[in-house]
């Protein structure tokens, strides 16, 4: 694969094609191939991003390249087959790097583009937390497909953003949160570190830590501190560090902890869950902005751009996973918070009210766009939520949702959302029309787009195997297209092939217009007739108990009978079940027959005590008396003691008997 490359010598601009993967095309998989025109070379997507020189333009090479080629289509994803309202992922994205190896583990709140050194690209900043418990976390920065600078962090970050501290032009910064504390970076080196202010701990853990220290060691002291912070704990209030550590010990290591740490200063440190950015007084990119944070105490903080003192601060009742945040702080401004209780509280201005919004299912995801709210959640359900709380539509996902991140492509004006599902694939919404669907190699854990280099529109996708994936929206792509307008399915307008009419269907049609009004006025009196005949056989039924259940309030029984053979002996086998809640005693079940047909064996048989919805099943024998071969019908009879009519009356129809044959 060859990668274009352009030299300046003076006034003469030289290009040539530098080989960047001496691999046979037939064995690379390491990229896409496009045929490219002007060179008339195949262009490696995947390596041409890595050619010497400025890496944008290697970008917006490949993009051109994209476009002009042909037969370069990707393989659809499953599920759009026919669907009309998508759009085709090749006809939309364009694959420009894909690192296989990268061995990323991150999510979407650890990815972001920013300028970070204040040349003008944009780059990617991912968190890294590392393979493993033992392994460190990393912050990444990638500039065209390779890594510019590795930070190594000291704990595992929760979220990170990027933002400006100062008028443009000024360089971003990256805030990074980890524990209680936020990391500032500023031209990738540490510049600031911010920690949550301590609270005060609760009154009874306080006494009980000073009791113990009163009592210097005495034998029980820490087994009654111990009883003692249980009881804080189980009554819903949250403990320190240091009681939380002491409970979670053995028995035998309890005193010599309580005995180090007794001196210890008695303060509680929160850890931050969230973290976001809020524009000051101008709602512009590059504008300065506050950061927002979430807490593991349930508050909610927005901080000073500059020396970061505690600007706001408001109380939720649950713990916030995710934030929405919109508006300026000096003018108007809106914080959604996604909690882990499944509620979305509304944070609108400086006002210490809170609306809420009850969810289906606990949030994985949140984002907010104009008077719409999309939240993710584990339900594997998208759902489309108005400003004041009404649900305006859902969609269904096959499997859970593991990503989400809003798209915003400024040069068509063009807001989405981008949702990643466990199975690997990428669907993108604009409200509730599906735009696009493409799959990755495994599940999606981070998304993110935005600008990348000089480049607008470029999706970065990692997944759970740490892959790293770059796509761009094709220049020249159209977002907007009729098939996204709601209206009737493209099926209505095909029409429909009908048969011609025949003379028959038309004198019928002739004949039922001329005889109207005769044909609707029979039609009622044989409507009404039928409906008398059914009332009356009805009453019939219930007025001599020849239904197969009970139907007065006392007894509830249900009576089911069967014929069993060929022969002339039948077995008859009765099940009897109590449908009712109390047990029912003294009934008896009878038989009559056509005594010049038939003769029943056993004709009375008593029951015993029926308990509710157990069924009882009893059997009796019918003999058949007649070598003709008619059949007859046998009726059964459910009688309470006591009782003029049957409870409940069911009729059986015997088959005609096949006769006996003497075989010598």
């Not at 393979?131 to 990638?142: D, E, Q, R």
């Not at 209030?237 to 290591?253: F, G, I, K, T």
């Not at 990119?285 to 979430?294: D, E, F, K, Q, T």
């Not at 096959?398 to 798209?407: N, Q």
């Amino acid at each position: 694969s060859y990668a274009l490359s352009t030299t300046n010598t003076g006034t003469q601009r030289t290009r040539r094609a530098t080989p960047t993967h001496h691999e046979p095309l037939s064995k690379c998989e390491a990229a896409t191939f496009l045929p490219c025109r002007s060179v008339g070379l195949l262009l490696c997507v995947g390596w041409a991003m890595g050619v010497e020189g400025d890496g944008d333009g290697a970008v917006g090479h490949v993009a051109a390249a994209s476009d002009r080629a042909h037969g370069d289509r990707e393989p659809a994803a499953k599920g759009i087959g026919s669907d009309a309202s998508m759009l085709e992922a090749s006809s939309l994205w364009s694959t420009t790097h894909r690192d296989p190896v990268a061995g990323l583990n991150t999510s979407s709140q650890l990815m972001a583009f920013c300028d970070v050194d204040g040349k003008g690209t944009s780059k990617l900043l991912v968190t890294d937390l590392g393979a493993g418990t033992t392994s460190n976390a990393f912050l990444k920065v990638w500039h065209g497909s390779d890594i510019l600078a590795r930070i190594e962090l000291t704990q595992s970050p929760t979220g990170m953003v990027a933002y400006h501290m100062q008028e443009a032009p000024s360089v971003a910064v990256v805030a990074v949160a980890s524990g209680p504390h936020v990391f500032v970076y500023k031209n990738l080196r540490p510049y600031y570190k911010f920690t949550l202010p301590s609270l005060p701990v609760d009154e009874q853990e306080a006494k009980a830590w000073e009791t113990c220290k009163a009592a210097a060691g005495a034998e029980g002291s820490v087994s009654a501190l111990a009883s003692t912070l249980q009881a804080v704990r189980s009554s819903g209030v949250a403990l320190s560090a240091r009681s939380s550590e002491l409970l979670a010990l053995p028995l035998h290591e309890r005193p010599k902890f309580a005995q180090e740490f007794q001196q210890a200063p008695a303060t509680y440190n929160t850890v931050i869950t969230a973290i976001g950015s809020l524009h000051k007084t101008v709602g512009e990119p590059g504008a300065v902005s506050c950061i927002v944070l979430c807490t593991e105490s349930r508050q909610v903080l927005i901080l000073h751009p500059v020396n970061f003192s505690v600007l706001e601060k408001y109380q939720l009742p649950s713990v916030g996973a995710f934030m929405s945040i919109s508006g300026q702080y000096d003018i108007e401004f809106r914080i959604l918070v996604a909690c882990r209780d499944g509620n979305i509280y509304t944070i609108k201005g400086r006002s210490t009210t809170l609306s809420c919004l009850t969810l289906p299912a606990v949030a994985v995801g949140l984002y907010r766009s104009n008077k719409m709210i999309y939240v993710g959640c584990m339900d594997h359900t998208l759902y489309c939520f108005s400003t004041k709380g009404k649900r305006l539509w859902s969609a269904p996902m096959p499997c859970p949702i593991t990503a989400m991140t809003p798209m915003h492509y400024a040069p068509k004006a063009f807001k989405a959302v981008v949702v990643g599902l466990e199975n690997g694939q990428v669907r993108i919404y604009n409200e509730r029309t599906p735009v696009s669907v493409f799959e990755l190699q495994g599940p999606v854990d981070g998304l993110v787009f935005g600008k990348y280099g000089r480049v607008d529109g470029v999706l970065v996708a990692v997944t759970r195997l740490g892959e790293l994936e770059f796509r761009m929206i094709r220049r020249g792509a159209s977002l907007e297209t009729k098939a996204m307008q709601r209206g009737p399915p493209p099926e209505q307008s095909i029409r429909i092939n009908v048969p011609s009419k025949t003379q028959l269907y038309v004198d019928q049609t002739n004949r039922e217009r001329q005889n109207a009004v005769q044909m609707h006025q029979i039609f009622h009196r044989d409507a009404f007739r039928l409906r008398l005949t059914t009332a009356r056989s009805y009453a019939k039924a219930i007025s001599t108990s020849l239904t197969p259940v009970a139907t007065t309030t006392k007894l509830a029984l249900r009576l089911n009978a069967e014929v069993n053979g060929i022969g002339p002996t039948f077995r008859v086998r009765v099940v009897v079940q109590n449908t009712g809640k109390e047990c029912v005693s003294q009934l008896v079940i009878t038989f009559t027959a056509n005594p010049a047909m038939y003769t029943v064996v056993t004709g009375r048989i008593p029951l015993a005590l029926l308990t509710p919805g157990v069924e009882h099943s009893y059997f009796t024998y019918v003999k058949c008396l007649t070598e003709e071969p008619i059949s007859g019908s046998l009726n059964v009879f459910l009688v309470h003691a006591g009782a003029a009519v049957p409870a409940v009356t069911a009729t059986v129809l015997l088959p005609v008997a096949e006769p006996l044959t003497t075989v010598r």
